[in-house]
């Protein structure tokens, strides 16, 4: 018996505009159709969103960089411009990082080569390095920096200790892990 012909997948779902703007796609980026990219968003190239993953620049912006994995049921967020925050706060992630599953960001700045755990939530204002670790689980308060080069746990987030070579080489791994996981998706 033949086997039928897959039908394309279709990202037009997951992907809408709101009050004007629509996000903004780089070359080869995978989106889940059970996820939801929405309003000011913009995706920079190989990067991926899975599924039940919610993007939403409903009332202020979100930049992902390059080569960046927003892994299953993770909630990405803004802070909205108010009397109480006058500018409010974007949402900011940089080039190859790796959003592990159910993470909630939330109008903070993840710089490059970065890796969050499962499960972590980071709070509005905070902002976190190149090149350090956010254990799963972890709680980084509003406002809070975490330097560069070490691994954060806890609640509220505390540095446990420096990142070793190896961990410094899997931020790049688990990033072309990711790309290559995708472009078989898109190729699907």
């Known amino acids: ?7 394309p997948r279709s990202m037009s779902q997951a992907i ?3 009050n004007n703007k629509m996000p903004v796609l780089g070359e ?4 889940d159709e059970s996820s939801v990219v929405l309003g000011d968003v913009t995706i920079g190239d190989d990067s991926s969103v899975w599924p039940t993953a919610v993007i939403r620049g409903d009332m202020h912006s979100i930049s992902i960089g390059a080569r ?17 925050n006058p500018n409010g706060y974007p949402l900011t992630i940089g080039d190859d990082v790796t959003i592990g599953h159910k993470a909630v960001l939330h109008g903070c700045t ?27 689980g972890c709680l980084v308060p509003p406002g809070k920096c975490l330097e ?4 954060y746990k806890g609640n509220p987030a505390t540095k446990t200790r420096e990142i070793s070579e190896k ?5 790049k ?3 072309g892990n990711y790309v290559k996981l995708k472009n078989n998706y898109l190729d699907t």
């Open 1 to 7: 018996m033949a086997e039928t012909p897959k039908e």
């Open 16 to 18: 809408r505009h709101f």
């Open 28 to 31: 080869r980026v995978y989106i």
């Open 68 to 84: 960046t994995s927003i892994q299953d049921g993770s909630v990405l967020h803004i802070t909205h411009a108010s009397d109480y």
């Open 110 to 136: 993840i710089k490059n080569r970065c890796l969050i755990g499962i499960g972590a939530i980071i709070l509005d204002g905070a902002v976190v390095e190149e090149e350090v670790i956010v254990a799963a």
């Open 148 to 151: 560069s080069g070490f691994v």
């Open 167 to 171: 961990e410094r080489s899997f931020f």
């Open 173 to 175: 791994y688990t990033a």
